[in-house]
């Protein structure tokens, strides 16, 4: 029930944020911040994480594609080709 | 020794030139006489190399054998197409070197042949050092550092920290080139679960520092789309002048204008662009990229690992207190004995019985002696004898009272009798007998004793002896009274 609870939340991390909210959730635990029942769904919340990270790190994409050049709309054509170097 | 010893050697070489065998052999057989060592050699050498050479002589030719020795000297050769010449250039003299001299460099110096005696050899001591054919890019390429250093743009404030687990990588390098696949094999080999995106850019030749520039800038407009969250920028080795594009002005400025970090992987580790100093990080080489744009999956694994072990360690160790807490609370007195306060109230309950028991018991036994004793005394009295004397006292008033009474009672006897008698002389009734009677008037009861007391006609009763009566009835009255 409650890893369904977090699935969805959790699918929309990103490695970092996951890995972050996992050592967060480990120091808390350890640290025994939290009380026991607060600290089971924080466990499986944390399990939840271990998973996604891993599902992420499974992902052997090993592929390059391709970005095509997008030439940019005309109004800001202009304003590019002035644009003032940084600082310059 | 000097022009002698000069002459000498001269002498001594001279014969090969167009004279017979026999001609040298003899000239050897002159001067072999003479027999020198070799540091006389050397010096010797040493001697016409300084005596006939120009004291300041100027080089042009490429570097090679670079080699930087720790007391800061720097020991190379000079080479064109035929021949190499060996160098040296004292730290004193290099010091005042604005660039950086590297294997391939064409270059111009100047300093004197000197020879050193202990090994023979000659080098050219070069005091001077000045970049040949690309000294003018050289030279632009200090000045650009130099102002963009002051304009602050390498400075650590401009420099985006670079995300720890990148998913999505842009490649901006030439499609052609070998770069792309360095760089790619580089990331994929450490953190094969990132995407990679090719942003095919020019990376030499006029105009290729405008589109990397420009490329940048497109990236980072269409980066909600893309989503990318680093750049790696780069391309393989190459001349100085094939690199330049990397020193240009533009692209340095695009480089630190860019929200997205981006990494340069520019030619090989001895090239320094003016790219690598502004970018948020450099990788040496396009095969270095991966190094420093992304960790390695088996690290991160076994932090993953890490960390998933002091989850459940912790969480382990979490419930175990909880259940030795649990075990405490429920050893203790009050689950273990619930009714201990009820049976403490019973057990008081017994002890108070207990002693009401003793007390009762002591009561009774004090009755009982009390009582023993009440019967040894009543015992002592001996009631039943008493009861038999006073029983004998009484029979014997009874029949002392019996016989007085007896002795009254007759005398009284005999005197009643005696009045009897008198009393039986003195009733009427007895004068009947001797033949007297008693006349009654019936109608009035009246004994009559006068004629007054009857009227003629009433009914007389007369008694006589014995109870005998007699009515009669009154005819004549004769009253002489």
Known sequence: MTERKYRDEINKLTFEQAIHQLKDIVSKIEQGEIPLQDSLDQYEKGMALIKHCRDILQKAEKRIEKISKEEPPESEKGREDAEPLLGG | ?481
């Open chain 2, 1 to 481: 020794m000097g022009a002698a010893a000069y002459n000498g050697f001269r002498a001594m070489w001279l014969p090969l030139e167009g004279r017979s065998l026999e001609m040298f052999m003899q000239t050897q057989m002159q001067t072999r006489t003479k027999i020198y060592t070799v540091t006389q050699v050397n010096a010797l050498i040493k001697e016409v190399l300084d005596t006939t050479l120009p004291a300041w002589i100027t080089v042009k030719g490429e570097i090679t054998d670079w080699k930087e020795h720790g007391s800061g000297h720097r020991y190379f050769c000079l080479k064109d197409e035929e021949s190499v010449l060996p160098c040296a250039m004292w730290r004193t003299s290099f010091a005042k070197v604005k660039f950086k001299p590297a294997n391939g460099l064409a270059v111009v110096v100047s300093g004197n042949i000197d020879l050193y005696v202990p090994q023979g050899r000659y080098k050219l001591i070069v005091e001077e050092m000045m970049p040949a054919g690309m000294g003018a890019l050289q030279l632009a390429f200090e000045q650009m550092v130099r102002k963009l250093e002051a304009e602050g743009l390498f400075s650590d404030a401009h420099k985006k920290p670079l995300p720890k687990y990148p998913q999505r990588i842009g490649i901006l390098t030439s499609e052609s080139g070998a770069a792309v696949h360095d760089i790619a094999d580089s990331v994929h080999n450490r953190w094969p679960c990132t995407r990679l995106y090719l942003y095919p850019v020019p990376v030499q030749g006029p105009g290729a520092a405008e589109a990397i520039a420009a490329a940048i800038a497109d990236v980072n407009r269409r980066n909600e789309k893309l989503k990318l969250d680093v750049l790696i920028v780069g391309r393989g080795g190459g001349s100085l002048e094939d690199l330049w594009a990397f020193n240009e002005e533009v692209l340095a400025r695009a480089i630190c204008a860019s929200r997205i970090p981006i990494i340069s992987a520019v030619g090989h580790e001895v090239d320094v662009t003016v790219a690598d100093l502004v970018a948020d990080a450099r990788a040496s080489t396009p095969t270095k990229a991966g190094v420093v744009a992304v960790p390695n999956v088996e690290d991160v694994l076994s932090e993953l690992v890490h960390q998933e072990k002091r989850l459940t360690g912790s969480m382990r160790a979490r419930h175990d207190i909880s259940c030795e807490y649990l075990r405490t609370v429920l050893a203790s007195a009050v689950f273990r004995t619930p009714l201990l306060p009820v049976l403490n109230r019973e057990q008081h309950l017994d002890d108070l019985a207990w002693d009401l028991g003793d007390a009762m018991r002591t009561i009774f036994i004090q009755t009982q002696k009390l009582m023993q004793d009440y019967r040894e005394q009543v015992a002592r009295i001996e009631p039943h004898r008493l009861l038999g004397r006073m029983m004998v006292e009484l029979n014997e008033l009874r029949s002392r009272s019996l016989a007085a009474v007896t002795r009254v009672l007759s005398g009284r006897e005999l005197k009643i009798t005696a009045g009897e008698n008198r009393l039986a002389a003195l009733n009427p009734r007895s004068v009947l007998n001797r033949g007297y009677s008693i006349t009654t008037n019936k109608q009035t009861g009246q004994v009559v004793r006068t004629a007054a007391d009857v009227r003629t006609d009433d009914l007389l009763v007369t008694e006589l002896a014995n109870d005998n009566l007699i009515e009669s009835r009154v005819t004549t009255k004769i009253d002489k009274g």
